[in-house]
T-cell receptor
C-alpha cells in the first residue's frame, strides 16, 4: 500500500538541540497530521494542518503545510528527554475515509 | 470524556486459536480503523469501516475479520489463518477525507503474543 516518506528515519540529538523532520508524498493532501508515539502506546495527535502554507505551533513544536501540498515539516525546539519516541505524519486521501501514514522518524535524545 | 478504548492491553493466544480484540469509541466518528504495527515498523492498515454494517479491506486483511454492528464498536478477530499474528494492534476513529475535522484518534493499543 502507499505510504508517505519521512526523513530522517532516525536521529540521535543532544538535549537542548532543535530537531527538524519532513514528510513527502507523490500525491496532494488537503490535511496533514503529525503524531507522536511513545513505546507501547497509541499515537497521539500533535498538530493538524489544513491549508497550504499554514504554520501551526503547539508549545515547542511547529509544523508547516508545504506550498505544493505534497509535503509537510515538523520542528521541535530545545529538545528534552521526553521528546523521545516515533513521530508519524499522516493524511487522509481526499474525499475518502482512508488515512495514509508515514514511515516514522525515531527520535532519541541524549541527556 | 470522549475517547477510544481498546481492550485488553495485553493478550496471549495459543497457536490455532481465534482471538477478538475490542475497540469502542464515543467520539461519534463515522469511520473506524485497525492497524498493525511490528517492532520498529510503521502502521499497516488491516480493515476500515466508513459506516455501520460496511467495511473494506486494507493492505493486510488476510487472516483477519471485522464487524461493524454499532457505530461505537469495531472488533477485530485474529483468526488461525493469520500466520504471524504476534504484533501491536491499534484501533483508530475519525471523520475522514474532508477539509476540516479530519483528525484520526487512536486507542492505547493491544499487544498480542502467540505462545
Amino acid at each position: 500500500g502507499q505510504q508517505l516518506n519521512q526523513s530522517p528515519q532516525s536521529m540521535f540529538i543532544q538535549e537542548g538541540e532543535d530537531v527538524s523532520m519532513n514528510c513527502t508524498s507523490s500525491s496532494i493532501f488537503n490535511t496533514w497530521l503529525w503524531y507522536k508515539q511513545d513505546p507501547g502506546e497509541g499515537p497521539v495527535l500533535l498538530i493538524a494542518l489544513y491549508k497550504a502554507g499554514e504554520l501551526t505551533s503547539n508549545g515547542r513544536l511547529t509544523a508547516q503545510f508545504g506550498i505544493t501540498r505534497k509535503d509537510s515539516f515538523l520542528n521541535i525546539s530545545a529538545s528534552i528527554p521526553s521528546d523521545v519516541g516515533i513521530y508519524f505524519c499522516a493524511g487522509p486521501y481526499s474525499g475518502t475515509y482512508k488515512y495514509i501514514f508515514g514511515t516514522g522518524t525515531r527520535l532519541k535524545v541524549l541527556a | 470524556d470522549g475517547g477510544i478504548t481498546q481492550s485488553p492491553k495485553y493478550l496471549f493466544r495459543k497457536e490455532g486459536q481465534n482471538v477478538t480484540l475490542s475497540c469502542e469509541q464515543n467520539l461519534n466518528h463515522d469511520a473506524m480503523y485497525w492497524y498493525r504495527q511490528d517492532p520498529g515498523q510503521g502502521l499497516r492498515l488491516i480493515y476500515y469501516s466508513q459506516i455501520v454494517n460496511d467495511f473494506q479491506k486494507g493492505d493486510i486483511a488476510e487472516g483477519y475479520s471485522v464487524s461493524r454492528e454499532k457505530k461505537e464498536s469495531f472488533p477485530l478477530t485474529v483468526t488461525s489463518a493469520q500466520k504471524n499474528p504476534t504484533a501491536f494492534y491499534l484501533c483508530a476513529s475519525g471523520m475522514g477525507g474532508g477539509y476540516r475535522d479530519t483528525e484520526a484518534f487512536f486507542g492505547q493499543g493491544t499487544r498480542l503474543t502467540v505462545v
